[in-house]
């Protein structure tokens, strides 16, 4: 099974030339790839290095999920320092607002960063600020989300 971006499977029709067999099968391989992805395409572990500074690390359109679960992975290791943080939103999107549960987090040695989620008109925006000078940090999430 072949699963291909988007992107290039719409060149692949725009071209003007002549879609083949094999474009065909691409174009279905991938759309019944993404049909059971819930949400996570493009979005499952992602890696961002060097924040120093309050980042987005990542957005969504508050008018197309009804929910969204991430699961995020912070570390500092600069310096000799072995520091891991792991935590999971849950985030509902109601009318005009977001509900956020932060659940099952762990750390190994003092909080190296903060998660906050925040919406402004339809847009969810997810936001790391690195804590207590431990600059850079590393962040890894994922994400599975319901459609409203």
Known sequence: MAKVSI?????????????????????IDSASARSTDLGSDGNNELTINGIENSTVFDNFTA???????????IKYVAGGANKYYSTELNILVDGSGVSVSEYATIENDGNIGTISVSRAGD???LTVV???GTTPITLRYMRMGLKA
């Open 7 to 27: 992107p290039n499977i719409k060149t692949k029709f725009q071209t003007g030339d002549r879609p083949t067999q094999e474009d065909y099968v691409d174009l």
């Open 63 to 73: 008018s197309e999920w009804r929910s969204m679960k991430y699961m995020i992975s």
């Open 123 to 125: 847009t969810v925006s």
């Open 130 to 132: 690195p804590v207590g």
